[in-house]
């Protein structure tokens, strides 16, 4: 079956750096999404892997190994407003998206 | 508009009953997408479309109809509501089947 998998929730300070960990098993492989959704929102885009490596953003960095099913969403200089939950979502060999539970990140003062 | 809207923002329904979900997009997306999200769970694919005249089956669609008959607009039909049902509905649409996913403000259905 198809699996992606995120820790439920985590705890981070105001200023300080934090990652978030996606590990995926799918069939097939057309890119990794990282979405960022506030309570009672709609998820909006941040990042989307295809190739190995490191995509910068910002404060908002991803990362893809797809040898190792492996993603992580990395957040700096953490903001109050950073407090969201964070989904992880792997497009399969149809095209259509398979998503993480999604991570609650809370951030503290 | 400006991007998506959902309509209603919120439903309480009784089972047994007939509800559609509206969404309408004005960004002239080729695709589009309803999933349900629920507590604990990633969201779900129900139904998408790839173009207008074709719709497709996700992970979950029992229960659930769509139709396309223009590029803006992809209804959601329950066609007889239980309580399993109940879930915070959410349409998307992206410009390419493999490009990022834009979200409407969510339908937040119970049904009792």
């Known amino acids: 079956g198809q699996n992606i998998d995120q820790p439920t929730e985590m705890t981070a300070t105001e200023g300080a750096i934090v990652q978030i960990n996606c590990t995926y098993q799918?069939?097939?492989?057309?890119?990794l999404f990282w979405y960022q959704q506030h309570a009672g929102e709609a998820p909006t885009f941040l990042s989307y892997?295809?190739l190995d490596g490191l995509e910068e953003k910002g404060r908002f960095s991803s990362f893809l190994s797809r040898s190792k099913g492996y993603s992580y969403l990395l957040l700096k200089e953490l903001q109050m407003k950073d407090s969201a939950s964070y989904l992880c979502a792997v497009m399969d060999s149809n095209y259509q998206l398979i998503w993480g539970a999604g991570t609650k990140l809370i951030i503290k003062p | 508009i400006a991007g998506i809207t959902q309509a209603p923002t919120s439903q309480i329904l009784a089972a047994g009953r007939r509800m559609t979900l509206r969404c309408t997009q004005d960004m002239r997306h080729n695709a589009m997408y309803w999933y349900r999200q629920d507590l604990g769970l990633g969201l779900r694919l129900i139904h998408y479309s790839n173009t207008a005249g074709t719709t497709g089956k996700g992970e979950v669609p029992d229960g659930y109809s769509v139709s396309r008959a223009n590029t803006d607009d992809f209804p959601l039909t329950l066609a007889s509501a239980v309580p399993s049902q109940t879930s915070v509905y959410f349409c998307?649409?992206?410009?390419?089947?493999?490009?990022?996913?834009?979200f409407g403000p969510g339908t937040r259905l119970t049904v009792l």
């Open positions: 998307a649409s992206s410009d390419g089947t493999n490009n990022e996913q834009f």
């Open positions: 799918t069939s097939g492989f057309n890119g």
């Open positions: 892997n295809v």
